[in-house]
């Protein structure tokens, strides 16, 4: 069993604990803002005197930059498509937003090659250029992620079934190689409430081969405060040691 896999049965699993219906979107959004505070702060913060700090807050923010286009991709492939075949044009707006989006990726791309070409002396302006649209990126996509968690959840919920919804998630998370697979559980795990982390966690227990979901546990332990690694541990029934 790959981690596509797990991530899939354990999504659909703790959905159906309880009386939501399948969200397609919030697990994933509360992981992207999450990445993006980390990027937009280090950027805010970064020593424009260290090289190897700007080399490695500069790769953060491509990082988040190739996670926005993938997961941007993933919504125009699965998703738009559905809703407006069921509700015609019930799409647009966030089509819109996307094509916008993608303008913001180049701009913000140009802004992270002129930090890392700006001599010493003119270094600290450019970061601060790239800190500035950085926040206008962050806080368009904030507002972004709000409608499509009301506006177009609603769409889907009226216009789909539970098995559909869990069909389109399928695809989506079966299309992301294993390897990025791990960049997002590192972003959306530690930053989901302790329910909801356990509630994913707890399902890829069920269905996991030990030794992965060992390693899954491994890869997320380090992003978790100790309070919120016991209170897994004690959902998990094991030890938090």
Same mark, same amino acid.
């Given at each position: ?110 802004? $992270? ?41 609603? $769409? ?86």
């Amino acid at each position: 069993m790959n981690m596509q896999d797990l991530v899939i049965e354990s999504s659909a699993a703790a959905t159906h604990t309880g009386p939501a219906r399948p969200d397609l979107y919030m697990p994933v959004h509360k992981g992207l803002r999450a990445a993006m505070c980390d990027s937009l702060l280090a950027v805010g913060r970064m020593d424009g005197d260290d090289p190897q700090e700007v080399a490695g807050v500069l790769a953060g923010v491509r990082e988040l930059l190739s996670l926005c286009r993938d997961h941007l991709e993933h919504e125009e492939r699965e998703i738009h498509p559905v809703m407006d075949a069921r509700c015609p044009g019930s799409a647009a707006q966030t089509v819109a937003d996307h094509h916008h989006h993608r303008m913001a990726f180049v701009s913000l791309e140009a802004d $992270i090659q002129a930090v890392e070409r700006a001599p010493a002396e003119e270094r600290a302006r450019a970061a601060l250029r790239l800190y500035r649209q950085l926040a206008v990126f962050v806080g368009e996509n904030f507002a972004h992620m709000h409608t499509e968690e009301l506006e177009n959840t609603a $769409i889907l919920w009226q216009t789909h079934t539970d098995a559909e919804l869990a069909g389109i998630h399928r695809a989506i998370v079966s299309a992301i190689p294993p390897e990025r697979m791990a960049v997002y559980m590192r972003w959306m795990v530690p930053f989901q409430s302790p329910a909801e982390r356990a509630a994913m966690l707890g399902a890829m227990q069920l269905t996991a081969p030990a030794p992965v979901f060992e390693g899954v546990l491994a890869s997320v332990r380090p992003h978790l405060g100790r309070a919120d690694w016991e209170k897994l541990a004690s959902a998990l029934g094991r030890s938090a040691d």
